[in-house]
């Protein structure tokens, strides 16, 4: 009897037997030839088409273990006439998860050496080309009766020793083990935990109190207040911001939770900017880099425009990296500019430095350059308006500006910057002690880490990768720092988040490239980012209470003046009569120092007209306007004096 053979019968054979050997190629169990017995059949060697050899170093590559193929292509005969499409399909679809990955390429390339082979079907049955491992030349086996085959010792040895040592295709088996980061939602998690951390380790500490540079930008827009000596350097921005708020409701609580709402909002959108060209994983470890920080923590809810700054800082960078390819990124752009000018227009200024002189010298990036333009001057207008209106012209609201930071000169300020890493909130002058120094470590790592991103950046650049994407963030960040590091003889904390806000992308993505490919190092890694993150719980604490209490003696001044019969319309003089005034409901006004807007002649003139007191926070005696003025130690304040003026009319 003669087996009827199709072409799909073969190729199936085959398919199966280079699964078969692929998945065993790694064992070396079985050294010695097998002899496999099937039934008698009538096969010829047939020529293969001249194209396409079957043996050689043309021939596809087959990797088959030998003694192995017959047995298999025994059981494959059973199910015939079963054909190679339908026995693919059932099994992609039993084994489909391992087939596709593992063996799917060997499945197909033992197929098109089934299909060159050829099987012909004759009178005297059907006719095949034997296998290059079989039938082809050199050849040492043998023949023991009909179909049966014996190959020799060292034939099965070197085709054993030839399987062992052939490559395994790619797959899960043979895929090197690599460390899996959250995707997807890491941000909005990240955005979520900013929120929580600043809802119940900040708002609480600061839900009844104003701080002093507060008082003055809420006093603007607040109706229920006299506007406080609104100086030079500041810009309304966080008053326009905070306006709606203010128009409802007087409550500081209702205030700090809409702004650390607002500010969880903000920092989502200027990260999410970022994920088309940094990826998921490195946006939100960027962004919690960023807001892990305490001083990012603690302006969340308060109203400051240091951290708007920062956050449209990124979102601007971001933007402006994708202006080329996305037209309407351009008037995002726009919008950040201005509003990032409407909060502080010198940071605008030091921000669209480096994005114009790119946009100038990149030709990819030149249309960007009107929208960077008109940015800035819509954001400038309202600041360029009042600097004619009160300081004679944008030139000399810079000079007065500068005189009242203490002047805009070269000068080294590291140093201070360093010191007032951990607060307090104003270093000026930066003579206490240095609180927490083994957790300034992490900013003393800042420059070296940006170093190396900047080195992986511009190797990159050289093997095709764009490097625009580390450049221009460190670039910003560079020009945003040069007021505060070289060009102020006193610091803050705040001052630098526009800078920190744009390392952490870079160093963020150096730690993801430095950590996915190697288990270990990611375990170093996240466990450094976690230590930096808990390590600023501390300081965060110290310094809400610190404000607090800071903040807490305004409070207690004010009701102690109002007790002495200093209510509205009142006038305060002194060195804190900016948020006491504020909380006494008074107007506050300054005859020295960097807020000075008022004269001595000019304060008695008032005196007449209002209650009036001079607050002194030490034992010295009170300006010489105000010697003759009534001494009110104010209990609870730690030595404060008010020296109240006599009544109006009580002298005439």
């Known amino acids: 009897m ?181 995707q997807g939602r890491g941000l909005e998690a990240v955005s979520l935990l900013y929120l929580l951390v600043q809802l119940t380790l900040v708002v609480p500490h600061l839900a009844h109190v104003l701080g002093w540079d507060e008082t003055v930008y809420v006093s603007q827009v607040d109706p229920r207040t006299p506007a406080a000596f609104f100086s030079a350097p500041r810009s309304r921005g966080i008053s326009v911001l905070v306006s709606p708020v203010l128009a409802v409701t007087d409550s500081v609580l209702a205030l700090r939770i809409a702004l650390a709402l607002l500010s969880t909002a903000a920092l989502y959108a200027a ?57 309407n990124a351009r008037w995002w752009l726009a919008a950040c500019l201005a509003g ?7 940071d605008a200024a030091w921000l669209g430095l480096p994005l114009l002189a790119t946009a100038g010298c990149v030709r990819s990036h030149r249309r960007t350059l009107p929208y960077l333009l008109g940015g800035l001057a819509v954001g400038a207008t309202q600041w360029t308006v009042e600097a004619y209106s009160r300081f004679g012209g944008v030139p000399q609201r810079l000079h007065v500006s500068g005189a009242t930071e203490g002047g805009m000169h070269p000068h080294l300020n590291f140093y201070n910057a360093w010191r007032s890493l951990n607060g307090p909130e104003l270093c000026r002058p930066c003579s206490g002690p240095v609180h927490h120094p083994e957790l300034t470590l992490w900013w003393l790592a800042l420059p070296l880490l940006a170093l190396a991103a900047l080195a992986v950046a511009l190797r990159e650049r050289r093997t095709g990768s764009p490097a625009d994407r580390t450049l221009v963030p460190l670039a910003v960040a560079v020009c945003l720092s040069v007021p505060y590091l070289f060009l102020l003889s006193y610091s803050a904390p705040r001052f630098l988040l526009p800078a920190y806000a744009l390392l952490a ?99 008695l003139r008032r005196a007449e007209r209002m209650p009036t007191a001079v607050l002194t926070t030490d034992a010295r005696r009170p300006p010489h306007y105000a010697r003759d003025w009534t001494r009110h130690p104010l209990p609870g304040t730690d030595g404060w004096t008010a020296w109240l003026a006599p009544a109006p009319g009580a002298s005439r």
């Open 2 to 182: 003669t087996a009827h053979v199709t072409d799909e019968d073969t190729a199936a054979d085959t398919a199966a037997t280079a699964a078969g050997g692929a998945a065993r190629a790694a064992s070396t169990a079985t050294t010695a030839a097998i002899p496999v017995t099937v039934a008698p059949v009538s096969v010829t060697a047939v020529a293969p088409p001249a194209e396409t050899p079957t043996a050689g170093p043309g021939a596809p590559p087959t990797r088959v273990r030998p003694g192995r193929r017959r047995g298999w292509a025994g059981v494959l005969r059973r199910w015939r006439p079963t054909p190679w499409p339908a026995l693919r399909a059932t099994a992609e679809q039993t084994f489909r998860a391992t087939l596709l990955t593992a063996f799917r390429p060997t499945l197909l390339t033992a197929a098109t050496a089934g299909a060159a082979a050829g099987v012909t079907v004759g009178p005297s049955g059907p006719t095949t080309g034997a296998p290059a491992h079989a039938a082809g030349a050199g050849s040492t086996g043998t023949r023991t009766g009909a179909g049966t085959k014996t190959k020799t010792g060292a034939e099965t040895a070197a085709e054993n020793r030839t399987a062992r040592t052939a490559p395994l295709p790619p797959g899960p088996a043979t895929a090197p083990w690599r460390p899996r980061f959250p």
């Open 340 to 346: 990032v000018a409407l909060m502080r227009v010198p």
């Open 271 to 327: 990260y999410r900017v970022w994920r088309p060209l940094l990826g998921p994983v490195t946006t939100a470890l960027a962004a919690l880099v960023f807001s892990g920080l305490w001083i990012a923590q603690i302006s969340g809810p308060e109203a400051m425009p240091n951290l708007w700054v920062a956050l449209g800082a990124v979102a601007a960078t971001g933007l402006f990296l994708r202006a080329p390819r996305e037209p």
């Open 505 to 603: 992308l870079p160093v963020g993505g150096l730690l993801i490239r430095a950590a996915r490919p190697r288990p270990a190092l990611a375990v170093t890694v996240g466990c450094l980012v976690a230590l930096q993150l808990v390590a600023q719980y501390p300081v965060l604490h110290r310094m809400t209470a610190q404000v607090a209490f800071l903040d807490q003696r305004y409070r207690v001044a004010a009701d102690d003046l109002n007790a002495l019969g200093l209510r509205a319309p009142c006038l305060l003089v002194g060195s804190h009569a900016q948020p006491v005034g504020y909380d006494a409901g008074c107007a506050s006004a300054a005859t020295k120092g960097n807020n000075r807007n008022t004269t001595p002649s000019s304060v």
